[in-house]
């Protein structure tokens, strides 16, 4: 009975995930304005990853990551 409940938690949570993702139409930023934002999100994200990752955090003193820096 267990199972049940968990597949049907799971295939209800995929049919949500799927409905989502068709109504969002790959919808793009058109404007300039709106492509420098998703760039520098895009930059950011991929800094946060290198400066977080589990290498990165388990190796270096807690002093030494991105994080204690001044933006």
């Known amino acids: ?15 949500l ?11 793009q930023t058109e404007t300039a304005e709106g492509l420098r934002i998703e760039e520098q999100a895009r930059t950011h994200t991929g800094q946060d990853r290198a400066s977080f990752n589990v290498v990165a955090m388990h190796t270096a003193p807690p002093t030494a990551s991105d994080a204690h820096h001044r933006r």
Do not use: D, E, P
């Not at 009975?1 to 049919?15: D, K, N, R, T, W």
């Open 1 to 15: 009975m267990a199972f049940v409940v968990l597949f049907g938690i799971l295939g209800g949570l995929a049919l």
């Open 17 to 27: 995930l799927i409905v989502t993702l068709l109504r969002r139409n790959g919808k």
